[in-house]
């Protein structure tokens, strides 16, 4: 069996936190997770948090909910 591959979307937002271009990642998979720490003791709300890293084949720009894209990138 061969790697699984997934397609991913990054929007990115203005400081308004309006969507303004689209970054299409294609063939996308992990390559890299950080453990998880957490303490049960805490007496607040913790939020959990971790690092991942990807790799991917191609990823395009496009305008936010465009079915075209502007550019490809390899």
Same mark, same amino acid.
Request: proline share 4%.
């Given at each position: ?9 990054? =929007? *990115? @937002?203005?400081?308004? $936190? $309006?969507?303004? *271009?689209?970054?299409? #990642? ?9 453990? @998880? ?12 948090? &971790?690092? *991942?890293? #990807? ?5 395009? #720009?496009?305008? *936010? &909910? ?6 490809? =990138?390899?």
């Amino acid at each position: 069996q061969g790697p699984t591959l997934s397609d991913a979307t990054l =929007t *990115v @937002l203005s400081s308004k $936190n $309006n969507p303004q *271009v689209e970054v299409r #990642f294609r063939d996308l998979y992990p390559t890299s997770l950080s453990g @998880l720490s957490y303490d049960q003791q805490a007496g607040d709300t913790s939020y959990l948090s &971790g690092s *991942v890293s #990807f790799s991917y084949n191609i990823y395009e #720009f496009a305008t *936010v &909910g465009s079915a075209t894209t502007t550019e490809t =990138t390899t």
